[in-house]
Nanobody, 121 residues
Framework: QVQLVESGGGLVQAGGSLRLSCAAS????????MGWYRQAPGKQRELVAT???????NYADSVKGRFTISGDNAKRTVYLQMNSLKPEDTAVYFC???????????????WGQGTQVTVSS
């Protein structure tokens, strides 16, 4: 079974920093994209940042210049460094990976369980 396990959420004051981590485990053949999404109360889940296996990054406009996504292919892990946090960054952050499990022909999206990030003003 493939799993995505997140860590690093918590409570921080505005202007502070947090680093999220997400590791993929289980029998998988390849990952082509990993990323982070977030969902605030009463709002739809939205993209935060993505990273392809080739190193291409994509960021939501609201986090550009403040958040940095990076990865370690060997460890099957993606990180999200969040600086200059704002109260509006408060949300549950979900890790996402588009990957191909062993024995499967196609790539499919997988989600982590989510980690809470709360930024106080």
């Amino acid at each position: 079974q493939v799993q995505l396990v997140e860590s690093g959420g918590g409570l921080v004051q505005a202007g502070g920093s947090l680093r999220l981590s997400c590791a993929a485990s289980g029998s998988l053949y390849n990952i082509n994209t990993m990323g982070w999404y977030r969902q605030a109360p009463g709002k739809q889940r939205e993209l935060v940042a993505t990273l392809t296996s080739g190193g291409t990054t994509n960021y939501a406009d609201s986090v550009k210049g403040r958040f940095t996504i990076s990865g370690d292919n060997a460890k099957r892990t993606v990180y999200l460094q969040m600086n200059s946090l704002k109260p509006e960054d408060t949300a549950v952050y979900f890790c996402n990976a588009n990957l191909r499990p062993f024995g499967d022909t196609y790539y499919r999206p997988y989600w982590g369980q989510g980690t809470q990030v709360t930024v106080s003003s």
